[in-house]
């Protein structure tokens, strides 16, 4: 039986499909470009344009098939992909989930101002860097009282240094 079947796998992924048929596999490859690619065309009356760039994409994959889906069956795969990454993954959602991932942390607006919002970082997002850690700890320290030497003192560092921040995180 192996001398008629081929065992070399699926020509999009290079090895074998563990099962999944061309449908599958085209699903699959259509969706992860689509979620990069949406962005690319984000504008007014962006959804025919799109539609149109996902069944092309989609038809130049099925074309790696050893035996392609009939066009009907790329025609469906692709309005489904569309449809699903224009519901989902609007230009309003995709402003949303980045103001989301803003509040979560990192150096846009004062650090003062988050610090007294409670909005710094408490180990969601990406971890601190040194001058980040810093800054933070001379916010902290100012809101306390302390005067800039104080701060310097306390922190090991020089008192111009700490004049350096606290000017940083007011611009």
């Given at each position: 039986m192996a001398?008629?079947?081929?065992?070399?796998?699926?020509?999009?992924?290079?090895?074998?499909?563990?099962?999944?048929?061309?449908?599958?596999?085209?699903?699959?490859?259509?969706?992860?470009w689509a979620y990069k690619e949406v962005r690319e065309y984000w504008s007014p009356d962006y959804k025919s344009k799109w539609q149109d760039a996902v069944v092309s994409h989609t038809e130049a994959?099925?074309?790696?098939?050893?035996?392609?889906?009939?066009?009907?069956?790329?025609?469906?795969?692709?309005?489904?992909?569309?449809?699903?990454?224009?519901?989902?993954?609007?230009?309003?959602?995709?402003?949303?989930s980045q103001a989301i991932k803003g509040r979560k942390g990192g150096l846009a607006g004062s650090l003062e101002n988050k610090a007294k919002a409670g909005r710094i970082s408490k180990g969601g997002g990406r971890p601190q860097s040194k001058n980040q850690q810093l800054l933070t700890a001379i916010i902290n320290k100012k809101?306390?009282?302390?005067?800039?030497?104080?701060?310097?003192?306390?922190?090991?560092?020089?008192?111009?240094?700490?004049?350096?921040?606290?000017?940083?995180?007011?611009e």
């Open positions: 001398d008629f079947v081929d065992l070399t796998g699926h020509p999009l992924r290079g090895k074998e499909s563990h099962g999944l048929g061309r449908n599958c596999e085209l699903f699959e490859n259509v969706a992860h994959l099925n074309a790696q098939f050893i035996e392609p889906l009939p066009y009907s069956e790329v025609k469906s795969i692709s309005k489904s992909i569309a449809n699903f990454v224009i519901r989902h993954f609007s230009p309003e959602k995709f402003r949303e809101a306390q009282g302390l005067s800039n030497r104080g701060i310097a003192d306390d922190l090991n560092v020089s008192a111009s240094t700490v004049s350096k921040y606290l000017k940083l995180s007011v």
